[in-house]
């Protein structure tokens, strides 16, 4: 059975996830897979720092070189976070021939088309599921079995920090400066949670989503954005008493322009998109969505409504979108 090994850039929350992963279920990814996939290389700021996972301290370095130029190594995992040195490490990857698998959605979105052409470039593949809703199969799924389809609409919760923010402000009655500081007891939200409650975090991950679903390029910068912050407790009761919900919605929506040739939208639409809290009626999908979970709800011409629901975020459901990845990719070296 072939030996593939993978390089960890950064060992955080979602490097951590995937090494345990790989450690914990390596007899069943051998035998579904048909590889051996081990970690050949961790890249740590402090390869002395006591870690709460059991790594062989002789793989960690602090030189990234040793790692992206490591003629052993077949796939590389950047799980560093943030958009540089993420990106010029990712690139520098690739024209050393290796495959790259991420979690990073700034990174992903901010140089969206660099990283996709510079993997067509140096014939490697280039992952990144795991960077818009953590363990939820969405980017995958729309770009293989749903493929097929011409999409119309996608909506999706797509960060757990503001979901469970508007969540207790909706259930438990919870003014929005005591559930964001729950959130920051509880892990869900940074100390700094601007990224999170302004919706830029969200639009990072309608970019990607467009990108693939309608294979239109749209910076996060110039997705209309709002986030959550200027909520009140006034505006929760308010749609309460409309029968509705507030979300915050990642909204991206193929308009028809019309014509005489133009059936649906193919050919002749317009795409609209958005970043914003919404209302939603009570019996909408998203609208059941709650606390940290996240969802994906998608049309598409052929399939028609589907909906992506689980954990967003998180060491374990984050690294098992990495691992899927790594799987796919490692399924087709010879």
Excluded: W
């Amino acid at each position: 059975m072939k030996t593939v090994k993978i390089g960890l850039l950064g060992i955080g929350n979602v490097g951590s996830g995937a090494f345990q992963i790989i450690s914990l279920n390596a007899a069943s990814i051998a035998k579904s897979s048909g590889r051996n996939i081990i970690a050949a290389g961790v890249l740590a700021r402090d390869k002395n720092k006591k870690r709460d996972i059991d790594i062989n301290p002789d793989i960690i370095t602090d030189d990234p070189d040793e790692i992206l130029k490591n003629p052993e190594i077949d796939i590389i995992v950047e799980a560093l976070g943030g958009i540089e040195p993420a990106t010029t490490f990712m690139l520098s990857a690739m024209k050393n021939g290796k495959h790259v698998v991420t979690a990073n959605k700034a990174a992903v979105a901010a140089n969206y088309d660099k990283l996709t052409s510079a993997a067509a470039e140096n014939g490697v593949q280039f992952k990144f599921e795991a960077s818009v809703g953590g363990g939820i199969p969405i980017l995958n799924a729309i770009d293989t079995v749903l493929r097929g389809n011409e999409f119309t609409e996608i909506m999706g919760i797509v960060n757990g920090t503001t979901n469970y923010i508007l969540t207790k402000m909706t259930e438990e009655k919870l003014p929005y400066d005591v559930a964001l500081k729950n959130a920051q007891e509880l892990g869900f939200a940074e100390a700094d949670p601007t990224a999170d409650v302004e919706g830029i975090d969200v639009a990072n991950k309608l970019t990607i989503l467009i990108a693939l679903a309608f294979g239109q390029y749209i910076k996060p910068e110039d997705i209309p954005t709002t986030g959550i912050s200027k909520i009140t407790a006034s505006d929760i009761e308010e749609a309460a008493a409309k029968g509705c919900k507030i979300k915050l919605i990642a909204h991206a929506k193929m308009n028809c322009t019309g014509g005489a040739d133009c059936e649906g939208c193919t050919g002749n639409g317009k795409l609209e998109y958005s970043v914003k809290p919404m209302l939603l009626p009570n019996d909408h999908p998203l609208a059941g969505v709650s606390n940290e979970f996240n969802a994906v709800f998608v049309t598409g011409n052929a399939v028609g409504e589907l909906m992506f629901y689980g954990r967003g975020a998180g060491a374990l459901p984050t690294g098992s979108a990495v691992v899927g990845d790594i799987i796919e990719i490692a399924k087709t070296i010879k």
